[in-house]
Every structure is written in structure tokens, then in C-alpha cells.
Nanobody, 124 residues
Framework: QVQLVESGGGTVQAGGSLRLSCAAS????????IGWFRQAPGKEREFVAA????????EYADSVKGRFTIHRHNAKNTLYLQMNSLKPEDTAVYYC?????????????????WGQGTQVTVSS
């Protein structure tokens, strides 16, 4: 089992920045790919960014390219999402998720473990 705990959410004005963290514990050897999804009220959960734990690959959703940066600290088993130039449409609950396969996929159904989520609200 893998446990994922997100932190760092909050309320920020448009144009501002936030950094989310995801602390992984448990059987972390099962983490091959780890990433971020988000879900706004009334919308489906959508892919934001993901990377392979060995650093071999990385993907971003088009909507966040150039504004968000995903990176990891392997020794701390922690994943980060640096979010800059935030927009009101970035408002959502952000989830950390991992999968036990080296291929990065953007479908939420492809991920095995999920955190509880952290709320990000961007005011205009």
C-alpha cells in the first residue's frame, strides 16, 4: 500500500503562486509514476502533470504548460507542484496520485493510489 498526503493548498489572488506538496509513505517501491490531478465542482477529474520516479519522463496538461512545474525530492519521498501565474480557472481540489507502471497516462483510472486532496482557490 502507498499513502499519499497532500498539503499546501489555499486561497490566492489571480497571478499569484502556490506550491503543493505530496508526501509518499508505505510501499513506495510501488511508485513508478506519480502526478497531480484536479477536480473543479461539477467537472470531471483532470490530469495536470506527472513524472516518472526515476526522472525519465515528464508530462503536463496543455492548460498548465509554462505556468506549473512538477518536481520531486526522492530522498524525502515528496512530490511538488509549483503553480505560478494562477488563474481563477485553476480553482479545484488538487489530488496526488501514483501508479505502478513506468508509462505516464492522463486517465485518472490508470492510477492506483490517491491522496485526499487539497483545495486551491484563485480569486479574480
Amino acid at each position: 500500500q502507498v499513502q499519499l498526503v497532500e498539503s499546501g493548498g489555499g486561497t490566492v489572488q489571480a497571478g499569484g503562486s502556490l506550491r503543493l506538496s505530496c508526501a509518499a509513505s508505505g510501499t513506495t517501491m510501488n511508485i513508478y509514476v506519480i502526478g497531480w490531478f484536479r477536480q473543479a465542482p461539477g467537472k470531471e477529474r483532470e490530469f495536470v502533470a506527472a513524472l516518472s520516479w526515476n526522472g525519465g519522463s515528464l508530462e503536463y496538461a496543455d492548460s498548465v504548460k509554462g505556468r506549473f512545474t512538477i518536481h520531486r525530492h526522492n530522498a524525502k519521498n515528496t512530490l511538488y507542484l509549483q503553480m505560478n501565474s494562477l488563474k481563477p480557472e485553476d480553482t479545484a481540489v488538487y489530488y496526488c496520485a501514483s501508479r505502478s507502471d513506468w508509462l505516464i497516462v492522463q486517465a485518472a483510472s490508470g492510477y492506483d493510489y490517491w491522496g485526499q486532496g487539497t483545495q486551491v482557490t484563485v480569486s479574480s
